[in-house]
């Protein structure tokens, strides 16, 4: 457990003064987890931090300490400009390049080779911009890597129980309760240290998990009784919904959380994806099992990426383009998804 400390990270971070950490659009809990682990982190080592995410993230996570101090820029535009042309340092958390933080990419793309940059992430394919990278492909989140960042920097003690339930946050919901083959012994390592800090993974859990809105549950129960398309002959589920279906609901960001997984959880699906329209995109979950490898799937056709068996994407098409070039797509893998 630990990363080795190959490279300058430690003194970039105590040169730095005021610092900016990021993550990827539609944060999830990974993202959010691990962006408020390193900002409490770096608070107690005396730093002027500062998160910024390109947008909101679901409900459901608001609980984690810190998260009402989070900056969003589709909210407050200017001030995420001067915070980021202020900072001496930018960490990109939990993406591999920075257009998937959409309309913040701009900002960040002009500091590059201007500010130090640090990108901690898991995904594969990492870009080349940052000063120090630190990717693993194989660790099951990015809260993981900082923990691991955390005792590379000798900072190990100042992991305390807000801390670990901002690192316990992503690692449960990037590795699906534990349940992804990402998931190795140190994780487990890791997680039981955090529960020596203190950190009631319970209550967690429960926050996570069991604070369902009605109009969620409904979503979902229409979502899997009217929209769900099973075929058994390619071995593949899907969902789509469109705005109306959204509205009609009341959606909010994360109503949707794990319906993909749900598709993909029914006896013999090996793949299964999930399309959801989004103002003037689609965006697309993709998740499967066994050896059919959905980042190749989703760079290939939807310029899109992540994992061997979790992706995404987007598209321009509308929805009805986009969940036809999909099916028209599934014929070409028939001896992949029929392993």
């Not at 958390?93 to 701009?106: E, I, Q, S």
Request: hydrophobic share 40%; net charge negative; glycine share 6%.
């Amino acid at each position: 457990m630990g990363t080795l400390l190959k490279d300058n990270r430690k003194a970039i971070v105590e040169e730095a003064k005021k610092i900016v950490i990021t993550a990827h659009k539609s944060p999830d809990g990974d993202a959010v987890g691990s962006s408020l682990a390193l900002y409490h982190l770096l608070k107690k080592m005396g730093k002027d931090a500062t998160v910024i995410l390109p947008d909101p993230f679901a409900v459901f996570l608001k609980w984690m300490p810190g998260a009402d101090e989070i900056v969003f820029h589709s909210k407050e535009e200017e001030r995420c400009a001067e915070l980021i042309s202020e900072a001496d340092l930018i960490f990109c958390l939990d993406y591999n390049v920075l257009h998937r933080t959409g309309k913040l990419a701009p900002l960040l793309e002009a500091q590059v080779g201007k500010k130090k940059f640090i990108l901690i992430d898991h995904h594969q394919q990492p870009d080349t911009f940052p000063d120090v990278l630190i990717s693993d492909t194989s660790s099951c989140s990015t809260a993981e890597l900082i923990y691991e960042f955390a005792v590379s920097l000798d900072a190990e003690d100042l992991v305390d129980s807000t801390i670990g339930s901002c690192i316990y946050c992503g690692i449960v919901t990037d590795s699906g309760s534990f349940r992804f083959p990402a998931v190795k012994p140190e994780t487990h390592e890791i997680v039981a240290s955090l529960l020596r800090k203190g950190v009631d993974h319970a209550a967690i859990h429960r926050a996570i998990y069991d604070t369902n809105k009605e109009d969620r549950m409904r979503l979902v129960g229409y979502a899997l009784s009217e929209k769900l398309v099973v075929n058994r002959e390619l071995k593949t589920a899907y969902i789509s919904l469109s705005t109306e279906e959204l509205l009609r609901f009341n959606y909010e960001s994360g109503d949707t959380e794990g319906l993909v997984n749900q598709a993909l959880s029914i006896n013999g699906v090996n793949f299964a994806a999930f399309l959801r329209q989004a103002n003037d995109i689609v965006k697309i979950s993709f998740r499967s099992q066994g050896t059919f490898n959905v980042n190749l799937f989703a760079r290939a056709h939807f310029d899109g990426g992540g994992h061997n068996n979790a992706a995404g994407a987007a598209t321009s098409e509308s929805l009805a383009e986009a969940v036809s070039r999909f099916e028209s797509l599934l014929p070409t893998y028939a001896a992949e998804l029929n392993y």
